[in-house]
């Protein structure tokens, strides 16, 4: 079994200096955008390490269960900086955040993992298996279900608006529900990956260790972030939407950015499928309930009730993403159009 490249060495090391150079920062009071740019980057980082020991950890099972781990593992950051946003009283970061990874993931990284795939395509059409890309688009659409019928309620003041709180409660366990209905048959469904003779290049137990430092890691920097962020959009003179749904979703997606743009640059277009829409159906039917219901032991609680605009988005881009990938294939201009969908938004944002 063969051990980590010269590169990856290199990578690792960078990673740590960078993450305790943000700790440095931090704790000895550095200007704003240097503290936020610092802890950015160290979180994206923990979130390439994640990413790499969990595709090392995908090598001995297949493509369901390796996109599952990816997506559970390389969500650790946004859950970190929902958690430490909602304790710091900031609900608009904590709600752009879970909004914002489930648009980056179903918008840009999705888009952009089509492109790719389509241009190393010999017909250019990405062809992947039809199950996973519907069942997500089941799940998104729960999710955004919940949440309009909220906004709606909202909007005509009736009765029920004023039981948000229940209402999201109650929804949560609905969500998580269908999600574990969902998930147990789909990952016992999984097929072992054929045997080609290379295996993982790491052993379980330095994969296992990278996973655990990486992880611990993604919570202290987590804490940095938040801390740093407020002070810096003050500086930069960014909205806090434009920072939770593109600054904060970008960061925190550098897993599903980085292991699916390479899974499809290689071909493996299942599994490059996979991590991404197993991250788009895990953020929005597990991660978001499950923080809603965390939430209610914190001082700010996390509810389904959005802004229209977020609501109308997350609307539209569940059904964008049902049109795109439905029907188990997709080319370089639909990715295009995601991405195009996802840069709008991302404009709008800047000028919440």
């Excluded at 593992?73 to 970061?93: D, S």
């Excluded at 948000?164 to 990956?193: F, H, Q, T």
Aim: proline share 4%.
């Amino acid at each position: 079994m063969s051990s980590l490249t010269r590169g990856e060495r290199v990578a690792l090391v960078l990673i740590a200096a960078l993450s305790a150079l943000a700790g440095v920062a931090n704790y000895g009071t550095w200007a704003p955008v240097p503290r936020f740019a610092l802890a950015t980057l160290a979180l994206a980082g923990l979130a390439w390490v994640v990413s790499f020991a969990t595709e090392q950890l995908g090598e001995r099972f297949g493509p369901g269960v390796t996109g599952m781990l990816q997506s559970t593992l390389g969500n650790l950051p946004e859950l970190f900086v929902v958690v430490f946003a909602l304790k710091a009283g900031e609900l608009i970061v904590a709600q752009t955040a879970i909004v914002g990874s489930i648009l980056a993931n179903a918008l840009l990284v999705l888009g952009l993992v089509i492109v790719i795939g389509a241009r190393r395509s010999a017909d250019g059409t990405m062809r992947f298996s039809k199950r996973l890309p519907r069942d997500t688009a089941t799940l998104l659409l729960l999710t955004v279900f919940i949440i309009v019928l909220l906004g709606l309620s909202l909007a005509a003041h009736d009765p029920a608006s004023h039981h948000v709180k229940a209402i999201s409660a109650i929804g949560a366990v609905c969500l998580l529900v269908v999600y574990l209905a969902w998930v147990i048959p789909y990952l016992r469904s999984d097929e072992p990956p054929p045997d080609d003779g290379r295996g993982p290049r790491l052993g379980l137990r330095v994969t296992l260790t990278l996973l655990a430092i990486a992880g611990t890691g993604s919570a202290f920097v987590s804490d940095w972030f938040v801390a740093a962020l407020a002070p810096a959009i003050t500086v930069l003179n960014i909205s806090q939407a434009f920072a939770g749904l593109v600054i904060v979703a970008i960061a925190g997606n550098a897993v599903e950015n980085a292991a699916g743009l390479a899974l499809a640059y290689k071909r493996r277009f299942d599994l490059a499928i996979s991590v991404v829409k197993n991250s788009v159906a895990q953020i929005a039917a597990f991660l978001f309930p499950l923080l809603v219901l965390i939430s209610f032991a914190l001082s700010t609680q996390l509810t389904f009730a959005l802004a229209p605009v977020y609501i109308g988005a997350l609307a539209l881009t569940a059904l964008a993403v049902w049109q795109v990938t439905g029907d188990g294939e997709a080319a370089a201009f639909e990715g295009w159009a995601l991405v195009a969908v996802y840069v709008i938004l991302a404009t709008i944002t800047l000028y919440e």
